[in-house]
């Protein structure tokens, strides 16, 4: 009870720091008294706050069925983070060091899903203060394939990372928009790289055209 009401209390709170408005653009989100098929959103990362705008632009009816993937070595760091993410906002807490960990984060992942929940995760791995979007990590197409049934939505995340910038005392009044694209699947055969191409190109076709030349000058890099 304590903490919904605290989930409640932080879905007003972003809201009206940020102005939050969500675009359903590719999809729309199953009605109250339906059964919701279940869904990954995944989405470009620059803060800890990621999720907690995705998570507050839901309808109130899925919240309770959407959970955060979250990193453990992060939100297991004190009291507070690990009251937040298991009793507020009841994430998924996975292991990335792979010499640390004791389970498969895709198997921790299958086993929400399995139970009912759909996820918010960010493929990147790791935040990006930047614009664009780094190349994504291979979680998202393993997922996938575990779980082909898994409707996979892009959602880009305008402006998070400006309200609060690195080093600021007081957040600033700027707009923030969750842009929710058509969902994808993984395709029977289909190699991993070309998947996670697929999937990052479905989420810069949400951006600004200044991301999109970022992540252009990024994938230069690479090649």
């Given amino acids: 009870m304590i903490g919904a009401l605290v989930a409640r209390g932080f879905t007003t709170a972003i809201r009206l720091l940020t102005g939050a408005r969500a675009l359903w653009v590719g ?32 309808p109130a009816h899925l919240r309770t069925q959407v959970r955060p993937v979250a990193a453990a070595e992060y939100w297991q760091g004190g009291a507070l983070r690990r009251y937040l993410i298991r009793d507020v906002f009841n994430g998924v807490l996975v292991e990335r060091d792979a010499a640390q960990r004791t389970r498969d984060p895709i198997d921790t992942l299958c086993e929400a899903v399995d139970g009912g929940a759909s996820l918010i995760l960010f493929p990147e791995g790791t935040r ?27 959602v880009w995340i305008d402006n998070l990372a400006r309200v609060m910038p690195k080093g600021a005392l007081l957040p600033l009044p ?47 890099a690479r090649a």
Avoid: M
């Fill in 27 to 58: 999809c729309a989100p199953e009605p109250p008294g339906t059964l919701a098929g279940h869904r990954v959103y995944y989405g470009n990362h620059a803060s800890h706050g990621d999720f907690v705008l995705v998570w507050s632009s839901l």
């Fill in 128 to 154: 990006n203060p930047g614009d664009g979007v780094l190349p994504f990590k291979s979680g998202l197409y393993h997922l996938a394939c575990k779980r082909p049934e898994l409707e996979l939505v892009p």
């Fill in 174 to 220: 700027l707009l923030c928009t969750t842009t929710f694209g058509a969902p994808l699947r993984v395709q029977a055969g289909e190699a991993k790289q070309a998947f996670l191409d697929r999937a990052r190109d479905a989420l810069l076709a949400l951006a600004p055209a200044d991301a999109q030349q970022v992540a252009a000058r990024i994938d230069g």
